[in-house]
C-alpha cells in the first residue's frame, strides 16, 4: 500500500500514524504541490493530499483512506463500535481537521510552507490572527477535555488522538507551541500522543528538514 504526500501534511501524519498503529505496512511516496507520480494524479483528482493505492485501489483524503484501513484490518479497531464513542470519534476527527487545521493554515503555511518551500513572503496578517485568535481557542478547548489517561475516547488509542495530535506537530514546527505553563493538560496530552512510535520518527525527520531548509 502505497500513501502520496509528505508527512508534513498533518493529514498524511494523520494517515501514516493510523496505519502504523493498525498494525499495517505503508510506503509513502513524496507527492503534491504539482509534482508526484501518476498515480498520484489518478487518486487525487484534485492534487490533495494524501493520495492511496492499495492494488488497483485508488483513493485520496485522510478520513476516506483511514476508513478503507479500518474496514480492512478490523482489529485493533480505532474507530470504536460503541455509538457514543464512535460519533465522539469522529467529532474529534472533524475538530482537528477543520477547526484545528484552519489554524495550521494560517500558521504553518505562512511561517513555514511559503517562505522555505515556496520562496515568497508569508501572509503576516494570516499569522498573527492564527497565533494570537485561534490557537487560544482551540488549547482553551482542549485543556478542558485532556484526559488522565492520556486518550481522548476509552481510555485507549483511537482515531481522536491521532488525528487531534497530528496537527499540533504542524504548530509546534510553525514556532507555536502549547504552553505547558498555561496549559498543562493540553501540552501532556499532545505530548505524549506525538511521542508514540507511530509519530515520533515522523516529526523528529520533519524537524531534521526544516532545520536544513
Sequence with gaps: MIVYGSSMSPYVRKTLAFAAEKGLEVE?????????????????PFGKMPGFKDGDFLISDSTAIITYLEALKPDPNLIPTEPRARARTIWYEEFADTIIGACVGKVFFNRVVAPKFMKREGDQKAIEEGVSVDFPKLVDYLETVAPA??????????????AVASPFANLAHAGCPIDAA???????????????????????????MLGAA
Design 28 to 44: 509513502l511516496q513524496q507527492a503534491g504541490f504539482g509534482g508526484g507520480p501518476p498515480e498520484f494524479k489518478l487518486a487525487s
Design 149 to 162: 489517561s492520556g486518550f481522548l475516547i476509552e481510555d485507549r488509542i483511537t482515531l481522536a488522538d491521532i
Design 182 to 208: 498555561t496549559h498543562p493538560k493540553a501540552a501532556a496530552y499532545v505530548a505524549g500522543i506525538l511521542a508514540r512510535p507511530s509519530y515520533a520518527g515522523w516529526v523528529a525527520k520533519e524537524k531534521a
